[in-house]
């Protein structure tokens, strides 16, 4: 069996919208696959509009029409390796996202000290072999969006500007290919980069661990100030890695 790694996972929802939203990009990527789309279900007829100009540019960028160039992590695999990372999320994770549930079905809640919703959490396991092609993408977009990305990752640089041209959606990123590259690598945090690095960040992870192995089948557990505290700044930990630290932004405006 392929080895794999357990995950133990804050659900900070904007955190995994970002992961959920990242998709449709990987998509543009591969135009032979919107294309089996369009004939098959007529799925690209029902997307934006203004997507479809973007889709032909895209289109002019892969080889045969196939998917853009990407060396060391082929889109194709990287999209079929994120399916399979998303699929892992615990069940309700996908309305819960589309705001359509306010909390998880089977995933423990952490309460604060007045007893009110703090967090919740769960454990995932993914395939090492897709985190591995996830990550390589994800270092693929940095070569792609430095000044001098080469003649290896020119498709994907052009792409990623070419993406950064379009607005479909409210949520699409916008800007030039560091843009988007960041966005997308940020994207992809939520599975890539541990809430659990950085000061008290292993303890912290402990401490959550044991919280889950005695709270056995209860629905939720209520943490004292000082573990409210830990949840609090690994959410954050999480949600900044998804969307950038605004403090950060802040000091840089």
Do not use: K
């Amino acid at each position: 069996m392929p080895p794999t790694r357990t995950l133990l996972l804050p659900i900070v929802t904007d955190a995994l919208a970002c992961l959920y939203e990242l998709d449709m990009p990987l998509l543009v990527l591969q135009p032979n696959v919107l294309a089996d789309l369009e004939e098959s279900h007529g799925v690209v007829h029902a997307l934006s509009p203004s997507l479809l100009p973007l889709v032909r540019r895209i289109t002019a960028l892969a080889p045969e029409g196939g998917a853009v160039p990407v060396p060391g992590a082929p889109v194709g695999a990287v999209h079929e390796a994120y399916w399979r990372v998303r699929n892992a999320l615990p069940a309700g994770t996908e309305e819960l996202v589309d705001g359509e549930e306010d909390e998880l079905p089977d995933a423990l809640m952490l309460l604060d000290p007045a007893g009110e919703p703090a967090m919740q959490l769960a454990v995932i396991e993914v395939g090492e072999a897709d985190l591995a092609l996830l990550g390589a993408f994800a270092d693929a977009l940095d070569r792609a969006a430095g000044p001098d990305p080469g003649p290896q990752f020119a498709a994907l640089a052009r792409a990623l500007r070419e993406i950064g041209r379009a607005h479909p959606y409210e949520w699409w990123p916008r800007g030039g290919a560091a843009t988007v590259a960041l966005w997308m690598r940020r994207a992809l945090s939520p599975v890539l980069v541990s809430p659990f690095e950085g000061p008290g960040g292993a303890a912290t992870h402990e401490m959550l661990s044991a919280i889950l192995r005695h709270a056995g089948h209860r629905a939720s557990v209520e943490l004292d100030q000082d573990e409210e505290a830990a949840v609090g700044r690994v959410g954050l930990r999480m949600l900044f890695a998804a969307i950038g630290d605004p403090r950060e932004a802040a000091r840089t405006a």
